[in-house]
């Protein structure tokens, strides 16, 4: 099993920037990839980056040019750099770690941290 504890959030105006943090801790040898997700206020939980174990990444096209996703595996930490940030940007943000074991893959969550764009 995974732990993940974010931190970083907070109220930013718009244009500004926030760097997310994800602290991973367990079974981290057996997490193949990671992500940041957020939900909106009254919306769906989505998918905003991820980044697999080679570092790969992937952005949601909303966020492309803006956010960039890193990990520090030394530190098993896993970060999200948001610049540019938009009122619609507006959402708690949770970090995301699939872990393979036996054949199987699992999601663990993070408690999400909330991110407030003001315009």
């Known amino acids: 099993q995974v732990q993940l504890v974010e931190s970083g959030g907070g109220l930013v105006q718009a244009g500004g920037s926030l760097r997310l943090s994800c602290a991973a801790s367990?079974?981290?040898?057996?997490?193949?990839?990671m992500g940041w997700y957020r939900e909106p206020p009254g919306k769906y939980r989505d998918l905003v980056a991820s980044?697999?174990?080679?570092?790969?990444?992937n952005y949601a096209d909303s966020v492309k040019g803006r956010f960039t996703i890193s990990r520090d595996n030394a530190k098993n930490t896993m970060y999200l750099q948001m610049n540019s940030l938009k009122p619609e940007d507006t959402a708690v943000y949770y970090c995301?770690?699939?872990?393979?074991?036996?054949?199987?893959?699992?999601?663990?969550w993070g408690q999400g941290t909330q991110v407030t764009v003001s315009s």
């Open positions: 367990g079974s981290v040898s057996s997490i193949v990839s």
């Open positions: 995301n770690a699939k872990d393979r074991q036996n054949l199987m893959t699992f999601d663990n």
């Open positions: 980044i697999t174990s080679g570092g790969r990444t």
